[in-house]
C-alpha cells in the first residue's frame, strides 16, 4: 500500500491515511486502497474494531483530490461519486466490524464524508470540519447532502453547505457530529480505550446491531423488521450461549465471535 498504513494492536486495527504533503487528500489510489484495506481487515476475524485518522498533525483529510477531477466531464464526475460511494463511503458504513474515525485536524469534503460514513466519530481541539464543495462549483458526491442532514439536521446541513462553512471540533460536539473532543496527543489513545471497551463485547451481535441501526436511514427497508430479524438471529449464535451463561454463572464472558 503505497497511500495508507496499517497496524494491528491486538484486536484492534489502525488505518492511517499517510499523504502528509497533500493533507491526506483522497485520490483514486488512495480510495481502492482503503477498500482492500478495510475488506481485508473487515476479513480478519481476530480485528475486533477498526480506528481510521489521518498522518500529520493537521489534517484528517483535506477532502477528495482536486487535481484528479479539475478536468472532468459529466460522465466522468458522476462516475467518480457512484465509483467512490460504492467502494469506500457505502462500503464502510456497512462494514460488519466497527469503524470508529479519530479526527486528527482538517476533515473537509470527502474527509468529512469519511468520517461521516464511519459508525462514530472522536476529534481532536484543533480539528475543523466542513464541506467546501460550492466554493469549487461542485457539491459534495461522496454521501455528504446525506449523512450531513442525518447527523446534524437538515438546517444545520443547509447552512454549512450552502456557506462552505468550518466548524471546530467544540461546535461539532454540540452538533451530534462527533462524540467526543480530546486533545490531539491524547486523540489515538482516546479512540483504543473506546475501541478496546467494543473488542470485549460480542462482534456477532455488534454486527447486527450495526445493519439494524444502518437500517433505519436505508429508503424502503422498515429498521423495526430488520431489529427483529436480527435480535431472533442472535439467539443462534454462540455468543449468545456464551454471553448468556457467563452472566449466570457470574464470570466475564469470553466470546468466540461466532
Ligand atoms: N486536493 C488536492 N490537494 C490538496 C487538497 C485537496 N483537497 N487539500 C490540500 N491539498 C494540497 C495543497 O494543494 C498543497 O499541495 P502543494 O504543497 O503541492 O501545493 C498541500 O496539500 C498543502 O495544502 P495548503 O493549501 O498549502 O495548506 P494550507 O494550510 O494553506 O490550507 C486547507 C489548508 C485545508 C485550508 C487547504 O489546503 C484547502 O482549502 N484544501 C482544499 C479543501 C477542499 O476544498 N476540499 C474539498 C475538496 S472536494
Same mark, same amino acid.
Given at each position: 500500500?503505497?497511500?495508507?498504513?496499517? #497496524?494491528?494492536?491486538?484486536?484492534?486495527?489502525?488505518?492511517?491515511?499517510?499523504?502528509?504533503? !497533500?493533507?491526506?487528500?483522497?485520490? !483514486?489510489?488512495?480510495?481502492?486502497?482503503?477498500?482492500?484495506?478495510?475488506?481485508?481487515?473487515?476479513?480478519?476475524?481476530?480485528?475486533?474494531?477498526?480506528?481510521?485518522?489521518?498522518?500529520?498533525?493537521?489534517?484528517?483529510?483535506?477532502?477528495?483530490?482536486?487535481?484528479?477531477?479539475?478536468?472532468?466531464?459529466?460522465?466522468?464526475?458522476?462516475?467518480?461519486?457512484?465509483?467512490?460511494?460504492?467502494?469506500?463511503?457505502?462500503?464502510?458504513?456497512?462494514?460488519? /466490524?466497527?469503524?470508529?474515525?479519530?479526527?486528527?485536524?482538517?476533515?473537509?469534503?470527502?474527509?468529512?464524508?469519511?468520517?461521516?460514513?464511519?459508525?462514530?466519530?472522536?476529534?481532536?481541539?484543533?480539528? !475543523?470540519?466542513?464541506?467546501?464543495?460550492?466554493?469549487?462549483?461542485?457539491?459534495?458526491?461522496?454521501?455528504?447532502?446525506?449523512?450531513?442532514?442525518?447527523?446534524?439536521?437538515?438546517?444545520?446541513?443547509?447552512?454549512?453547505?450552502?456557506?462552505?462553512?468550518?466548524?471546530?471540533?467544540?461546535?461539532?460536539?454540540?452538533?451530534?457530529?462527533?462524540?467526543?473532543?480530546?486533545?490531539?496527543?491524547?486523540?489515538?489513545?482516546?479512540?483504543?480505550?473506546?475501541?478496546?471497551?467494543?473488542?470485549?463485547?460480542?462482534?456477532?451481535?455488534?454486527?447486527?446491531?450495526?445493519?439494524?441501526?444502518?437500517?433505519?436511514? #436505508?429508503?424502503?427497508?422498515?429498521?423495526?423488521?430488520?431489529?427483529? !430479524?436480527?435480535?431472533?438471529?442472535?439467539?443462534?449464535?454462540?455468543?449468545?450461549?456464551?454471553? /448468556?451463561?457467563?452472566?449466570? #454463572?457470574?464470570?466475564?464472558?469470553?466470546?468466540?465471535?461466532?
Amino acid at each position: 500500500m503505497e497511500n495508507i498504513l496499517i #497496524e494491528k494492536q491486538d484486536a484492534i486495527a489502525i488505518i492511517t491515511i499517510n499523504r502528509p504533503t !497533500k493533507l491526506n487528500a483522497l485520490n !483514486k489510489a488512495t480510495i481502492q486502497e482503503l477498500h482492500d484495506g478495510f475488506k481485508a481487515l473487515n476479513e480478519d476475524k481476530s480485528v475486533k474494531a477498526i480506528i481510521i485518522t489521518g498522518s500529520g498533525e493537521k489534517a484528517f483529510v483535506a477532502g477528495a483530490d482536486i487535481s484528479e477531477f479539475a478536468n472532468f466531464s459529466i460522465e466522468e464526475g458522476g462516475k467518480l461519486a457512484s465509483q467512490g460511494q460504492k467502494l469506500l463511503f457505502d462500503f464502510v458504513q456497512n462494514l460488519s /466490524t466497527p469503524v470508529i474515525a479519530a479526527v486528527n485536524g482538517f476533515a473537509l469534503g470527502g474527509g468529512l464524508e469519511l468520517a461521516m460514513a464511519c459508525h462514530f466519530r472522536i476529534a481532536s481541539t484543533n480539528a !475543523k470540519m466542513g464541506l467546501p464543495e460550492v466554493t469549487l462549483g461542485v457539491i459534495p458526491g461522496y454521501g455528504g447532502t446525506q449523512r450531513l442532514a442525518q447527523l446534524v439536521g437538515k438546517g444545520r446541513a443547509m447552512e454549512l453547505i450552502m456557506t462552505a462553512g468550518m466548524i471546530d471540533a467544540e461546535t461539532a460536539k454540540n452538533y451530534g457530529l462527533v462524540n467526543h473532543v480530546v486533545v490531539q496527543e491524547e486523540l489515538l489513545d482516546f479512540t483504543k480505550g473506546i475501541a478496546s471497551k467494543i473488542a470485549n463485547n460480542s462482534s456477532v451481535a455488534i454486527a447486527k446491531a450495526i445493519e439494524a441501526i444502518n437500517a433505519n436511514f #436505508e429508503d424502503g427497508t422498515n429498521g423495526y423488521e430488520v431489529e427483529i !430479524k436480527n435480535f431472533g438471529l442472535s439467539f443462534g449464535t454462540e455468543d449468545f450461549k456464551e454471553g /448468556t451463561t457467563a452472566f449466570l #454463572e457470574k464470570r466475564k464472558a469470553i466470546f468466540p465471535g461466532k
